[in-house]
């Protein structure tokens, strides 16, 4: 008995599944209770599958034809984005193929039609791959915690920006020069506007949103904020007052409200989180039982991904005509919380000019909205008119504090727009 594969894209995910299925055959067969067989393989660049050896596996361009192949019971979509592979993906569940794909931004964008699609051919829809890579996130939120009500779970789930980060904290270089090495090292998208805007983690945060809280999640209304404007003068900050910068993605249940957000925030040196670096992932999962549990591991990168995509195909081996639960449960129907109603601990960066009364005014602005200022400080400009101004809060809320630094940013003194990052506490 064997269950047949056909993969759609042979580029770094891709190509990694086809070298996973001939180099770990053996290991693969003892896991899913019959052999996995890579039948076909479509892709329309014909350089790109130079490197394989594909004797036995039926080479096409034409991905329709694959669906009402009787020799074909999985397909995986690994081409990316929301154009084709859309279209593939739902002529792939109605034609009642299994499909495994790695592409978060389809599920963010398309999760309840593609759901929908899998249940009504009967089919399985897979998705380890789209979320922290080779972190088996997915089966955890939805096997390994399914006691537990989920509090919250931070993410860090972009490689690229976790890289570039984590060089900026440790070697101080330039945000500049290190996304560059990261495009080198391939973590990147290609151009890496997703990664460094924050919206690949975007589509991981509602992906993981939806299944932790069984609710549908509008991507549009995430709030998301990227990493461009950290400076290496906010990563020292951080590290002075026992920081480091992460890009987070949050998830909470709040009052019978979803709040998912995506920012750069300042996480304490000591939280498990903080020792995450490089172009590794990390996702920190608070269960109302389990308390706090964390799973790490590469979230990107051509094997790593590609072996999240191959044990979803052992998972439907060894389900066989055994249904699955849905890739999504929509039982509740829980709004998306207003981000102006956050409380926490905010870092403020203020760029104004060196004139006296300043720390005056804006202390009396803070204090007009409520907000509390726990540190100060501000470094001797040496002779150049502008100072740097970084200010720890109290805990606030982020409605009052946004009108304030509204209110500071229209003062003649501001030089440039007030920063604010928002503290992770432990
Ligand atoms: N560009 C992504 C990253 C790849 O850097 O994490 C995985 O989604």
Redesign the pocket.
């Known amino acids: 008995m064997s269950i047949r594969v056909a993969v759609i894209g042979a580029g770094t995910v891709g190509g990694g599944v086809i070298d996973i299925l001939r180099k770990n055959k053996d290991i693969l067969t003892a896991n899913a209770g019959q052999d996995i067989v890579l039948t076909h393989v479509c892709e329309l660049n014909e350089d790109a599958l130079k490197e394989f050896d594909l004797s036995g596996v039926t080479v096409t361009q034409d991905a329709s034809s694959l669906f009402n192949n009787p020799e074909v019971d999985v397909v995986c979509e690994l081409i990316g984005g929301v154009g084709a592979a859309k279209t593939l993906t739902l002529e792939a569940l109605k034609a009642g193929k299994h499909v495994v794909t790695?592409n978060?931004m389809l599920l963010a964008y398309h999760g309840p039609e593609l759901t929908e699609a899998a249940l009504s051919g009967g089919v399985e829809l897979r998705y380890e791959a789209?979320?922290?890579?080779g972190i088996p996130i997915i089966k955890a939120l939805r096997e390994g915690l399914a006691a537990n009500h989920i509090e919250h779970a931070y993410g860090i789930?972009?490689?690229?920006?976790?890289?570039i980060l984590s060089r900026m904290t440790y070697e101080g270089l330039a945000f500049d020069d290190v996304l560059k090495q990261?495009m080198d090292l391939g973590?990147?998208?290609t151009p890496?506007d997703?990664?460094i805007e924050g919206h690949?983690?975007a589509?991981?945060c509602q992906i993981m949103a939806s299944l932790c809280y069984a609710s549908k999640v509008d991507l549009e209304s995430i709030s998301v904020e990227g990493i461009t404007g950290i400076t290496g003068e906010d990563v020292e900050y951080a590290r002075e007052m026992g920081y480091l910068i992460k890009l987070l993605a949050v998830v909470r249940l709040v009052d019978g409200e979803i709040d998912a957000r995506v920012h750069p925030a300042l996480v304490p040196e000591t939280h498990l989180l903080a020792s995450v670096r490089n172009?590794f992932?990390a996702i920190y999962v608070q269960g109302d039982m389990t308390d706090a549990t964390l799973y790490y591991g590469k979230?990107?990168?051509r094997l790593p991904?590609a072996s999240a995509v191959v044990a979803d195909i052992v998972d439907i081996a060894r389900a066989g005509d055994t249904p699955s639960p849905p890739p999504f449960h929509y039982r509740n129907d829980y709004p998306l919380r207003d981000p102006g109603l956050l409380e926490g601990r905010y870092y403020l960066r203020l760029t104004t000019k060196d004139v006296p009364g300043v720390f005056g005014i804006v202390g009396k602005i803070l204090g007009d909205h409520g907000i509390s200022i726990a540190s100060c400080f501000q470094k001797d400009p040496h002779g150049v008119d502008r100072v740097r101004v970084i200010i720890m809060t109290h805990e606030s809320r982020e409605s009052s504090l946004r009108a304030a630094l509204a209110e500071i940013d229209a003062h003649d003194f501001s030089v440039e727009p007030a920063a604010a990052l928002r503290v992770i506490e432990e």
Not at 130 to 133: E, F, L, N, Y
Not at 157 to 163: K, R, V, W
């Open positions: 790695a978060k789209a979320v922290a890579g789930l972009n490689g690229t920006c976790n890289y990261a973590f990147a998208e890496p997703l990664d690949d983690t589509h991981k172009e992932n979230g990107a990168g991904t």
